[in-house]
């Protein structure tokens, strides 16, 4: 019997990442757009919103990849690449992709972590912790909607698999090393501050 994790694209736990911590950029925007299908689960439109935000980021990420993918080969490479641009929309756009990240390796930790609380609660917290603070007034209220949308428990990891002892042990290795490249790409955007203004 398959699990989520078995059918997607690409896992977080097969991105190449140097002993530097360098994140490989192709791999890394297939195991982004595997996780994007993860919120096709949680089967509520308020959703959209969180996967176009992600899409749309990824699409950013990956046309600055296929321009020059020999000097954006790591997502390191690619922030140093738009460095002295004007318009860094790449990194503007890994930016936002890592924080959606972030948000969604936090909420999947409160998850694995409380099991008895429901996805309202778990993601409402993640939310809590992570995006509210880069949100305007206008998005907040959409975002905690979607929240309050989240299917029941049981229902959730229902459809990640039929062996539920699988997937909690795919959920793990995949949110481990989730976590490990959001960590690792937040303190490098932090290490220069190549965020600012972004």
Same mark, same amino acid.
């Given at each position: 019997?398959?699990?989520?994790?078995?059918?997607?694209?690409?896992?977080?736990?097969?991105? +190449?990442?140097? !002993?530097?911590? %360098?994140?490989?950029?192709?791999?890394? *925007?297939?195991a982004s757009?595997? *996780?994007?299908?993860?919120? !096709?689960?949680?089967?509520?439109?308020?959703?959209?919103?969180? /996967?176009?935000?992600?899409?749309g980021n990824?699409?950013?990420?990956?046309?600055?990849? *296929?321009?020059? +993918?020999?000097?954006?080969?790591?997502? /390191?490479?690619?922030?140093?690449?738009?460095?002295?641009? %004007?318009?860094?929309?790449?990194? #503007?756009? *890994?930016?936002?992709?890592?924080?959606?990240? #972030?948000?969604?390796?936090?909420?999947?930790?409160?998850?694995?972590?409380?099991?008895?609380?429901?996805?309202?609660?778990?993601?409402? !917290?993640?939310?809590?912790?992570?995006?509210?603070?880069?949100?305007?007034?206008?998005?907040? +209220?959409?975002?905690?909607?979607?929240?309050?949308?989240? +299917?029941?428990?049981?229902?959730?990891?229902?459809?990640?698999?039929?062996? /539920?002892?699988?997937?909690?042990? /795919?959920?793990?290795?995949?949110? #481990?090393?989730?976590?490990?490249?959001?960590?690792?790409?937040?303190e490098f955007?932090?290490?220069?501050?190549?965020? %600012?203004?972004?």
């Amino acid at each position: 019997m398959s699990t989520f994790f078995d059918d997607m694209k690409k896992s977080f736990v097969d991105v +190449p990442v140097s !002993d530097e911590g %360098k994140v490989s950029t192709a791999e890394f *925007l297939e195991a982004s757009e595997s *996780l994007v299908k993860l919120f !096709d689960l949680l089967g509520s439109s308020a959703f959209a919103v969180v /996967q176009n935000d992600m899409t749309g980021n990824i699409t950013k990420v990956r046309t600055k990849y *296929l321009s020059a +993918p020999d000097k954006t080969s790591t997502l /390191q490479d690619l922030i140093l690449s738009e460095v002295t641009d %004007k318009k860094k929309t790449a990194t #503007q756009g *890994l930016l936002w992709l890592v924080r959606g990240l #972030q948000f969604t390796a936090v909420a999947m930790r409160e998850t694995v972590d409380r099991p008895n609380d429901e996805l309202t609660k778990t993601f409402t !917290d993640a939310y809590g912790k992570t995006l509210i603070k880069y949100h305007s007034m206008l998005v907040k +209220p959409i975002f905690k909607l979607a929240m309050k949308a989240c +299917p029941y428990r049981a229902d959730f990891f229902a459809k990640l698999g039929a062996d /539920q002892t699988k997937v909690l042990e /795919q959920m793990k290795a995949w949110l #481990q090393a989730l976590e490990s490249i959001v960590t690792s790409i937040l303190e490098f955007f932090e290490s220069g501050n190549y965020g %600012k203004g972004l």
